[in-house]
Every structure is written in structure tokens, then in C-alpha cells.
């Protein structure tokens, strides 16, 4: 490779960095002040693309910049008034949860206004051409967007250092009570920051439209690259924003210009998982402290009488299924059983270990992709291949894991992410193992296995012996462990318990849980894709979680079958189904909190 290639890939990383960081500077500063990670970022950015895409057409683009920057920030400002406002002292996972269900609904609303298709922007006038550098074309555009940067960058830190405002800014970011106490109104400073925030996020989605089109799905690949962005230079600090986005922007082009384009969706994700084992608050974040909300089951005892009953109904309903004229109803209840394990498992990382994981999924979609395969490419039996999924399950949750327990809080949800994100990308880009984007096909078990009701069976049998297991380990001497890990990790090292080894145990059990979900979930739909390890899989197992309950142990199951049945009725009978589930997501989430507050 030429120098002259070099220097302008080298140049477009800048400009992808310029573009990134005007995107993680808002997410930065939104959780510095509010302490809210908001997934929804990233359905602002994509609003903004939307917006100027279609203004362009109507007043220009350099008019329809502005206007949809302000569109954009009266939307943020919108949101933080009338919901997150709502939820501030609520535990993270509500929070999450709460701006995920933003996504889903603004996701169909750019459906319904725009369609499914993407649009495509107009060049931006006055920097529509090229400039010779080292003897190649490079867009003047792109040179705009370098300058860009670093002009947003210093106006950020003279508005935080050098301004009344930012001064109030540091000062409740460092101690809220005492800020309160000193008179500054803290609802509006914080709608004030959330308005910023989503101002810049609108920017960066209307600057964005010369260099690629505006489309649904930008929203969560626009918000894995600002997650990282973030992680990486600490949450918090815009400085480390902006030394992290110039990083991962280098980094990335430097990929495509040594010709591992590939490379570019996973590489991203590797250095977050680097930095945050070698400098586990990021490049200049402080360390930051547990996951927020209590974490106390209701202990198991004794099945009542009316509990009993209310088992023994649903065991016999359960036993009876497959003589129902309904087959359909056999295959909802096949998944219904396989996600119930799949909550389960992430309930006991998150309730006994208080650990929030943002990216389950990767064990749930890496046994079923090794069961799969062990099917397909090796020719097992279908016991044989479900036992290649535990133990793919196992083994991932053991190495992410390992990593894992040595962060905590924000830091350790966002590191699972990272990591699930690495084993998606590994699924999606690997097309002669994994099948790349297509998936894998013609994962049907074996002849004895092949009745829906024989398999329904196997599943229910399985799933019920494992939910049963989980249940139990909650009540032996691990779980005792595991929850004084979580109650107190420094109490619990005093009193001779092996903190990490404890927590790095339990990834290992959910994790091989989770890996069997996924190699029988694979084995009931005949097929699987990169979507099996997605964010949204994920998302959908926390959702699971909190629509039980967190604080009981059969809450879990409980919430997997009512979201699976709620999912299914919502997808045939609603075309924007989405925002339906995006709008039952934040009743939930406002109820959760209610009872609790």
C-alpha cells in the first residue's frame, strides 16, 4: 500500500471520527449529568438524517442542517420531561429498558413517515468536489467534517470549564445532593443537558447524509459505535470522548486500507474489551459504583396450597398441549419453554449475582450455532449436538466471563456487550462456517425427534430439569456465596468467599443454560441467523427479567412466556408492532418503579 493510500485512509478515519464523536460527546455528557445510558441515542441521530434528508428536498441542505438539529433537541427535550424525568432514581436496567423502548417506537414512526426504504442525501453545496492530497482525491466534505470535530470539541470544554452553566454542570455531576442543596434546580439543568445532548446527536445524523443514507437500522449501529466510544474514553468525560472516537476511527480505516474490511465491525469492539481489562474506567473515566436498586428475592419455602395447585394445573395443562387440535399452539409453547430457560438463566446472573448483563445473547446464539454446526457439519445426533451447545455456551461464558467479574456495574454491562457484539460479528461476516447474513438451514433433529409433539416433550423435559437446577443452586451454599458477593463483595472476601471465582462461576452455569436454550431453539425453527446473538436478543431476555420480576425466582418464567405469547400476538395482528412493544415496555417500566419507589 502506497503512502499517499495510507494518508487518505488515514484522513477518512478523522472524518468518520469527527462524525462519531459529535454523536458519543452527547450520549457522554447526557450520562455525566443524568447518569442515564441512553439507548435512544441513536434513534436521534437517525431522526436527524431522516429530518434533513427531507428538508434538504424542500429548503436546501445547508438550512435543512439547523432545522433538523432543532427538531431534534426539542424532541430530547420532550423525552426528558415527560418520561425519563419520571425515573431517574430508578436502577439502570429500568433505565435502559425505558430508553430501548424509545428505539422500538420512534423505529416505526420513521417507519410510518418514511417508509422502508433507504433515502438518499444530497452532496452538500459549496463542498461537492475533491482536493489533491498526496496525489489522490479526497472529498472536500470529509475535510469540512475533520475541521468540524475539533472546533465542537473546544466549544464543548469552554462551555464546561469556562461558564456559569458548566460550572453547575461539573458541580452536580460531581455531588447532586450538595448541588440541591445549594439552590441549583436540578430538573432543569438536567432537561437543559438532555436538549444538548440531543442536539448534537441531530447534528451528527444531518451532517451525516452527503456520506451515506438515512435507514431504520442505522439507530442501533449508530448506537453500538457511540456505546464504545463512550466505554472507552469514560463515561462521563468528553475529553476521553473525543480521544476514543479519534482511536476507533483510526483504527477502523486503518482496517479497510490493509484490506480487513471485515475486520471493521468487530475491531471496534476488541480494543473497548481491551481497555476496559487494562484500564477497567476507561481512557479518563472514574470508577463508577454498583448497578442502582436492591436486589432481594423472595425466598422459595414452602409451596402453599394454592401454589401447589396452581403447579400441578399448569403441569397437567402443559402434559395435555400436544392433544390440543391447535398444533400451532404446540410450536408457541416450544418457544415459550425455551426463552423461559433463557430468562431464567440471565435471572440468576442478575438477581442472586446482581450482575446486569447487556449481552446474554451471545451464549444463547453460540450454543445454537455450535449445536448447528456439530448437526450439519459433523453429522451428530441431535443429543449429541444439544450437548456441543452446553458446552459452547459454558466455554463462551467462561473466557467473556473471566474478563467480566473484574468490573462492575455500567463497566461490566457494557464489556458483555462488547463481547456479544464481537460474537455477532463473528456469525455475521463468517459466510463459509456460519453462513454469514443468511444463517444456517435444515437444523431438524432426528427422525424419533421429528413430531412436534415428541420434540415438544424433549424440550419441555429439559427446560424444566434446568429451571428446576437454577432454582435450586439459588438455595445452596453457591448461592449464599453468590449473593453476599453481590450484597457486599469486600464483607464477603473478609469472611473467606472468593468473590470473583464466585461470579466468574455463575457466568459459566447461565452461560451453559443459555446454550442449551439456544441449540434446542435452533433445533425447533430448522434455522438460525446473526440475529440469535443481536442486541435486541438481549434486550429481550432483560425484558423478560423485569416483566416477571427481578425479585423472585419464577418470575423469570413467568415473563418469558408472557412476553413470547405478547410478541407473537403483537407481530400478527399489529402492523406497527414495534411501538406496541415499545409502549408496553414503558408502562412496564413505570409500574416496576412505582411499586418499588
Known amino acids: 500500500m502506497t503512502s499517499s493510500a495510507v494518508l487518505l485512509q488515514f484522513l477518512n478515519g478523522l472524518a468518520g471520527a469527527s462524525s462519531l464523536f459529535l454523536v458519543a460527546a452527547g450520549l457522554s455528557l447526557i450520562f455525566g449529568v443524568t447518569r442515564i445510558v441512553n439507548f435512544a441515542h441513536g434513534s436521534l441521530y437517525m431522526l436527524g438524517m431522516y429530518l434533513a434528508v427531507w428538508l434538504s428536498a424542500r429548503v436546501g441542505f445547508w438550512v435543512a442542517v439547523p432545522v433538523a438539529t432543532a427538531a431534534v433537541a426539542a424532541l430530547g427535550a420532550c423525552i426528558e420531561f415527560l418520561l425519563l424525568r419520571r425515573i431517574y432514581r430508578a436502577p439502570e436496567l429500568l433505565q435502559l429498558l425505558a430508553t430501548f423502548a424509545l428505539v422500538l417506537i420512534v423505529r416505526d414512526v420513521a417507519l410510518w413517515a418514511w417508509g422502508p426504504e433507504d433515502l438518499l442525501g444530497p452532496r452538500a453545496p459549496g463542498f461537492a468536489g475533491a482536493v489533491e492530497i498526496a496525489g489522490g482525491a479526497f472529498p472536500q466534505y470529509d475535510l469540512l467534517l475533520i475541521l468540524l470535530g475539533p472546533c465542537v470539541f473546544g466549544m464543548l470544554h469552554f462551555l464546561l470549564t469556562r461558564t456559569r452553566w458548566g460550572i453547575l454542570i461539573r458541580a452536580t455531576t460531581q455531588d447532586r445532593e450538595m448541588a440541591g442543596a445549594l439552590g441549583v434546580n436540578q430538573r432543569w439543568l438536567f432537561t437543559a443537558v438532555f436538549t444538548l445532548g440531543a442536539a448534537l446527536a441531530g447534528l451528527g445524523g444531518a451532517l451525516a447524509i452527503p456520506r451515506e443514507p438515512a435507514g431504520l437500522g442505522i439507530d442501533l449501529a449508530l448506537i453500538s459505535d457511540a456505546f464504545v466510544v463512550v466505554v472507552v474514553g469514560g463515561l462521563g468525560s468528553i475529553p476521553g470522548a473525543f480521544i476514543a472516537a479519534l482511536l476507533i476511527g483510526v483504527i477502523k480505516a486503518s482496517c479497510i486500507g490493509l484490506g480487513y474490511s471485515k475486520l471493521t465491525l468487530v475491531a471496534e469492539f476488541v480494543v473497548m474489551a481491551i481497555v476496559l481489562v ?275 425466582l419464577t418470575g423469570a418464567v413467568w415473563g418469558a412466556a408472557g412476553f413470547t405469547w405478547l410478541h407473537d400476538i403483537m407481530v400478527r395482528s399489529i402492523e406497527y408492532w414495534r411501538a406496541a412493544i415499545g409502549a408496553a415496555i414503558l408502562l412496564l417500566v413505570f409500574a416496576r418503579w412505582r411499586l418499588s419507589a
Open 278 to 552: 487494562m484500564r477497567p474506567w476507561g481512557l479518563l473515566g472514574r470508577p463508577q459504583g454498583e448497578m442502582r436498586g436492591t436486589w432481594i428475592e423472595v425466598p422459595l419455602g414452602r409451596i402453599s396450597k394454592r401454589g401447589a395447585l396452581a403447579l400441578g394445573l399448569l403441569a397437567l395443562l402443559l402434559a395435555v398441549l400436544p392433544s390440543l387440535p391447535d398444533q400451532y399452539l404446540l410450536v408457541l409453547a416450544t418457544e415459550m419453554l425455551v426463552f423461559a430457560l433463557f430468562a431464567a438463566s440471565l435471572h440468576l446472573l442478575m438477581g442472586p449475582g446482581g450482575m446486569a448483563s447487556f449481552g446474554h445473547a451471545a451464549y444463547f446464539g453460540v450454543g445454537a450455532y455450535v449445536a448447528a454446526l456439530a448437526f450439519l457439519k459433523l453429522h451428530w445426533s441431535t443429543g449429541s449436538s444439544l450437548l456441543a451447545g452446553l458446552g459452547a455456551g459454558a466455554l463462551a461464558a467462561a473466557i467473556f466471563g473471566w474478563f467480566c467479574v473484574r468490573l462492575s456495574g455500567v463497566y461490566l454491562a457494557m464489556l458483555t456487550l462488547a463481547f456479544a457484539q464481537i460474537a455477532w460479528s463473528v456469525a455475521f461476516q463468517w459466510d463459509a462456517v456460519t453462513g454469514g447474513s443468511n444463517g444456517l438451514v435444515g437444523i431438524w433433529p432426528d427422525t424419533w425427534l421429528a413430531s412436534r409433539a415428541v420434540y415438544y416433550y424433549l424440550v419441555l423435559f429439559l427446560c424444566g430439569c434446568a429451571i428446576l437446577a437454577l432454582w435450586r443452586m439459588a438455595h445452596t451454599p453457591f448461592g449464599y456465596a453468590l449473593r453476599a458477593s453481590r450484597d457486599s463483595s469486600l464483607r464477603a472476601s473478609a469472611i473467606g468467599i472468593d468473590v470473583r471465582a464466585t461470579q466468574w462461576t455463575a457466568f459459566i452455569i447461565t452461560g451453559s443454560a443459555a446454550g442449551v436454550a439456544g441449540a434446542l431453539f435452533a433445533f425447533s425453527k430448522g434455522s438460525i441467523s446473526p440475529e440469535t446473538l443481536s442486541v435486541q436478543r438481549s434486550v429481550d431476555g432483560l425484558v423478560m427479567v423485569l416483566l416477571g420480576g427481578v425479585h423472585t
